[in-house]
T-cell receptor, first 113, second 111 residues
């Protein structure tokens, strides 16, 4: 089955700096890669996703890049703000079981004012 | 507005008891999922369903069961609760098989 590894597990940045979270996946058939943000005590919420037919997607201050050859994808947050502080999860979904997601272990992002 | 709800939000039970966690969605989504969330493990898939009468085992299905008698509900049953099942449980649903919407979660403590 799919295995997703996520790094780093914790990340602290100064407000206004950029943050990068990286994930690798094992199943070359995976074709969908969402990122979820989870604030303390809340449910995970989708912030951005990318499909395997594109290499990069951007939505305001967040962007995701995908390298299918290397089987890794990354979340980039620019101009970080205190409200970006949360746990971020990457996930991957394979073609064979396209509706299932395998999640990474999460990154606790802290934006220091 | 359409939504996904879980009940109860908090539950304390004793080892060996049967526990059922409810999940209800009003989006009419065919796909529903149960995850457990533990520190350091992210979200791990317990069971999932692609439609009425369809259920499938996920990565960590031992000790859990689900049934799907209608589109809206996917209850999760712990047959005989164990301390290792203390966790936060999230239900999710999706239509196209891609974006999954999560419920608010149930915090279960097994003493």
């Amino acid at each position: 089955g799919e295995n997703v590894e996520q790094h780093p597990s914790t990340l602290s940045v100064q407000e206004g700096d950029s943050a990068v979270i990286k994930c690798t996946y094992s199943d070359s058939a995976s074709n969908y890669f969402p990122w979820y943000k989870q604030e303390l005590g809340k449910r995970p919420q989708l912030i951005i996703d990318i499909r395997s037919n594109v290499g990069e997607k951007k939505d305001q201050r967040i962007a995701v890049t995908l390298n299918k050859t290397a089987k890794h994808f990354s979340l980039h947050i620019t101009e970080t703000q205190p409200e970006d502080s949360a746990v971020y999860f990457c996930a991957a979904s394979s073609t064979g079981s396209a509706r299932q997601l395998t999640f990474g272990s999460g990154t606790q992002l802290t934006v220091l004012p | 507005d359409a939504e996904i709800t879980q009940s109860p939000r908090h539950k304390i039970t004793e080892t060996g008891r049967q526990v059922t966690l409810a999940c209800h969605q009003t989006w009419n989504h065919n796909n529903m999922f149960w995850y457990r969330q533990d520190l350091g493990h992210g979200l791990r898939l317990i069971h999932y369903s692609y439609g009425v009468q369809d259920t499938n085992k996920g990565e960590v299905s031992d000790g859990y069961s689900v049934s799907r008698s209608n589109t809206e509900d996917l209850p999760l049953t712990l047959e005989s609760a164990a301390s290792s099942q203390t966790s936060v449980y999230f239900c999710a649903s999706s239509e196209e098989g891609y974006e999954q919407y999560f419920g608010p979660g149930t915090r279960l403590t097994v003493t």
